[in-house]
């Protein structure tokens, strides 16, 4: 190995985790990037320290009772956030594994889950019922919900905490206004449903993933031009299985990455829509790409049962 440039912390370039029994479907650094979150369909959550020669699988977390569809950590990361087929939003302590909370007020498949990006213990999730509800870890209900007409597959939050982004079956994002509880703008561009949702570091732009093969860059600051699609990137894939493929904004806001059921690892240049990687390994659909938080490594959770954590060139700062 002597002359490679090694860019991270890991114990080698690319490691491989195994411990998922069915596919892995979401996957997350926690915020100070030392532990990898993983679920799917085996309705376990897993933790993983991503330095360390086996990135050890420290403890496994149980409790849903259907596969779990997307996670996420709270900026404090004390807690973790679960979406679930089997209708429940639930919540955990990361340090002990213990269920927090469980909230079922949704009828049916919850897709996705989102913290709020600052502030206590607030989330969203959004479920093929067609509703966005809004939560407080400290609330036994929910404290909005926000009726849509189609399931919705994908949310996520605003920088500032005043609206919630939601995307779906019927291919528009919507951006809902708390206050009113009610959709201020839908933006339409989207052929095919949206699988995922990602803010930009500096909450100015939200990034989607579809079915239409297409990832596009949306402009959400309150005065933008009607278009507010302002860039469309393509080169990965959906199939017929159509699996809910998440996408990622990198901390530095250069870069952006996907799923793809094509197996490979997709990152792009957002600024020159260039393709900077196309990192195969993956026997399976790529449903998720998680970037660190403070180092250049991308983890990717895949069909095949299996995680990679690999590390990438640091990106570029801005002039």
Known sequence: MQGVRRTS???APIMQLHGHQGEVYALQFSPEGDVVASAGF???ILL??????????YMLIRGHKNAILQLAWFPSG???VTASADKSVRCWDADTGMQVKRQSEHTAVVNSVCPMHRGPGLF?????DGSVKLWDVRSKRSSHTFAGKFPVTSVAWSEAGDQVYSGGIDNQVHIWELRKGVVSTSMAGHTDTITGMSLSPDGNFLLSNAMDNTLRVWDVRPYAPADRCVKVLTGHQHTFER???RCAWSPGGKRVAAGSADRIVYVWDVDTLRLEYALPGHKGSVNEVAFHPKEPIVGSASSDRTIYLGEIAPEATAD
């Open 48 to 57: 993983w320290r991503t330095y360390g020669e086996e990135c050890e699988n």
């Open 42 to 44: 085996d309705k376990t």
């Open 78 to 80: 004390e807690h973790i």
């Open 9 to 11: 912390g890991l114990f």
């Open 243 to 245: 699996l809910l493929l």
């Open 124 to 128: 969203v999730s959004g479920s093929d």
